[in-house]
């Protein structure tokens, strides 16, 4: 939140620099502005790993009676279809299952009550276009094939 708060300050800056006439002050603040865009975009990279990690730290590999599951809570929707792409592709190569459970929850933590869950149809939308079988056995979990 703090790069965000000093990258729209900087922002601002640039603007009232730039209305004012000075474009090299408006060009070096602008600047400053993208390097806390950077930083932001690194630091929130950095937290949706360790929300996942967290939440798959003993991610199943399948025993024979339960399907291994990952679980996609509390990540954004983009975050949420990248982590999966890498976990399928972990148990393709590794041959180690057929099946997994994928939480994607059911947007009870979206923002705003008319806001649909954005990760469920994120996660959905991508396995469709990747013409990935998979199916919904209960609200907020997906059964996809490998």
Same mark, same amino acid.
């Not at 459970?101 to 994607?104: G, I, L």
């Given at each position: 939140?703090? !790069?965000?708060v000093?990258? #729209?300050?900087?922002?601002?800056?640039?603007?009232? =620099?730039?209305?004012?006439?000075?474009?090299?002050?408006?060009?070096e603040?602008?600047?400053m502005?993208?390097? /806390? &865009?950077a930083?932001?975009?690194?630091?929130h990279?950095? =937290?949706?790993s360790? +929300?996942?990690?967290?939440r798959?730290? #003993?991610l /199943?590999?399948?025993?024979?009676?339960?399907?291994?599951?990952?679980?996609?809570h509390?990540? !954004?929707?983009?975050? =949420?279809?990248?982590?999966?792409?890498d976990? +399928?592709?972990?148990?393709?190569?590794a041959?180690?299952a057929?099946?997994i !459970?994928?939480?994607?929850g059911?947007?009870h !933590?979206?923002?705003?009550s008319?806001?649909? &869950?954005?990760?469920p149809?994120a996660?959905?939308?991508?396995?469709?276009?990747?013409?990935i079988?998979f199916?919904e056995?209960?609200?907020?979990?997906?059964?996809?094939?490998?």
């Open positions: 939140r703090g !790069h965000a000093t990258r #729209n300050v900087y922002f601002e800056q640039a603007t009232a =620099a730039f209305l004012a006439g000075d474009k090299a002050m408006a060009k603040l602008a600047q502005g993208r390097k /806390q &865009a930083l932001m975009t690194e630091a990279g950095q =937290a949706s360790e +929300i996942f990690n967290r798959n730290k #003993n /199943q590999t399948g025993d024979g009676t339960s399907l291994p599951l990952v679980d996609l509390g990540l !954004h929707a983009t975050e =949420a279809v990248r982590f999966l792409q976990q +399928i592709k972990a148990f393709r190569d041959k180690s057929a099946k !459970h994928v939480v994607v059911t947007g !933590h979206t923002k705003g008319k806001t649909p &869950a954005r990760v149809a996660v959905s939308d991508w396995l469709r276009a990747e013409s079988a199916c056995p209960q609200a907020g979990l997906l059964e996809v094939t490998l």
